[in-house]
């Protein structure tokens, strides 16, 4: 299998856990959402590590390869990743925030 295969394989699992993702949604299993959710973009990223060339590791993150490898990527990829590191921003401020 090519790394062009494989990435179409992730793409395809990614899409597939998007459909899941509404039915889980419309039953308002909404842990099950987040779950899913995390798992369709860890799937979604590595099928574009490998779309450009890079194998991606066996971890869970690989954000920080999308960073080193940005050059491989259109902008709009990388506005992508820095969209969602500023959620993850925002929610760590609002969950780490200090109570009164």
């Known amino acids: 299998m090519t790394s062009t295969d494989r990435a179409r394989s992730y793409l395809a ?21 987040v779950r899913e959710a995390q798992e ?7 099928g574009m590590l490998r779309a ?4 991606p590791p066996k971890v869970h993150d690989v954000g920080s390869l999308l960073v080193e490898h940005a050059t491989l990527f259109a902008p709009d990829v990388r506005q992508a990743y820095d969209d969602a590191a500023w959620v993850v921003g925002l929610a760590t401020r609002i969950i780490d925030r200090p109570t009164a």
């Not at 973009?41 to 590595?46: I, P, Q």
């Open 13 to 33: 699992k990614a899409r597939a856990r998007l459909k899941a993702l509404a039915v889980l949604r419309d039953h308002d299993a909404h842990s099950d959402v």
């Open 40 to 46: 369709l973009v860890e799937l979604a990223l590595k």
């Open 52 to 55: 450009v060339g890079v194998e």
